[in-house]
């Protein structure tokens, strides 16, 4: 499996206990639909933005105790109910979903890391909380995983992304590199380029691994899985620094032969 969109959580996810599988496939499962509403296919703005509103509007019958119409909400409304899972975290899944819709660029990294807030975030802490292990300590490491984990799609997808009329890179960064977007139209390379892909790569593996201690704190399987999900992150950036940072022809993708290396990372990972 690749680290793309939804997959960056559920990675290893056959190393879950059996009784979290299915509730972790659900979650996976709305998030996956409503981020295809956002991407996929060639809908019209208003056509995706009509499909991520029907979703909200069945979280909100989730809220007021009203039976939701479709089989994922009736299934997700009895997750929530046994486990006692926050709306708002799914609320805030489908707020990054309309904003790729609404939102084409970004300023800065502010802008960027409330983005990741939305989109990558609430499934760690839904997971957290799945997991009986949400601790506002054991938020914070999550949230620092998922943020990067998130920047790593942006890194790996920079091509697919501006094809798609997106730059989820920061502009004042590109500015600072003195990147603009013709580099992007032109899928030029060159010493700037690898500067900025350099300095992309060192912030985001710092942000992974100050969430690092998460899969040592949770025990078990449920570590393992955090770690394996860690080690395929980092693995992401090492094939972007072993590409000489061209994502645009050589997008960094996860194969059979990078598992035992993940396993064995997952061993020296603090």
């Not at 899944?93 to 309309?98: K, Y």
Request: with cysteine.
């Amino acid at each position: 499996m690749t680290i793309d969109h939804y997959e960056n959580f559920p990675v290893a996810s056959v190393l879950l206990p059996a009784s979290l599988r299915t509730p972790v496939e659900l979650i996976y499962r709305f998030a996956r639909a409503a981020d295809d509403f956002a991407d996929e296919g060639d809908l019209r703005d208003d056509e995706r933005l009509a499909l991520l509103a029907n979703f909200s509007a069945e979280l909100r019958t989730i809220e007021t105790g009203t039976q939701p119409q479709t089989l994922l909400f009736r299934q997700l409304a009895a997750l929530i109910a046994e486990r006692h899972l926050p709306l708002s975290l799914f609320h805030d899944l489908l707020s990054a979903f309309v904003q790729d819709v609404t939102t084409k660029r970004y300023a800065d990294l502010t802008d960027v890391m409330d983005y990741c807030r939305r989109s990558a975030n609430p499934v760690g802490r839904l997971l957290l909380v799945l997991y009986g292990a949400a601790t506002p300590q054991n938020n914070t490491w999550s949230d620092n995983i998922c943020s990067a984990l998130q920047i790593i799609n942006f890194l790996q997808d920079i091509d697919i992304d501006y094809a798609n009329g997106r730059i989820y890179m920061a502009q004042d960064d590109l500015a600072r590199f003195g990147i603009d977007e013709a580099q992007f139209a032109a899928r030029q390379v060159n010493a700037k380029w690898r500067s900025f892909m350099a300095f992309q790569i060192e912030r985001t593996r710092a942000m992974l691994m100050a969430g690092a201690p998460l899969g040592r704190v949770l025990k078990g399987r449920i570590g393992l899985e955090m770690r394996m999900i860690i080690a395929g992150g980092e693995r992401i950036l090492r094939k972007i620094e072993r590409a000489d940072y061209d994502v645009f022809r050589r997008r960094p993708v996860l194969r059979s032969h990078d598992w035992a290396l993940m396993l064995a990372r997952t061993f020296s990972i603090r």
